[in-house]
């Protein structure tokens, strides 16, 4: 009887630590997704500087300023 009632609070355990485990690995994978979104932005924002700089004809040296 008491394996009876020990059974379901360990089935419950068991399906907590497969949701935790499943969680872990979501905030995981949003958190590298986060990461690389930012990555993205910098670079195209850095590109943008660079087609816009082109089109004025001018070029920026390494501190950002324009030569």
């Keep these: 009887m008491l394996k ?5 609070d360990a ?9 935790r485990a ?7 994978a949003v958190a590298r997704r ?4 930012k990555d993205l ?10 087609v816009d700089a082109l089109k004025r004809g001018r070029c920026r040296d390494a501190e950002g300023k324009f030569v």
């Design 41 to 50: 932005r910098d670079e195209n924002r850095k590109l943008r500087l660079q």
């Design 4 to 8: 009876n009632l020990l059974s379901p």
């Design 34 to 37: 986060d990461r690389e979104n």
């Design 22 to 28: 499943e969680n872990a690995r979501f905030l995981g």
């Design 11 to 19: 089935k419950l355990k068991r399906e907590n630590t497969e949701l």
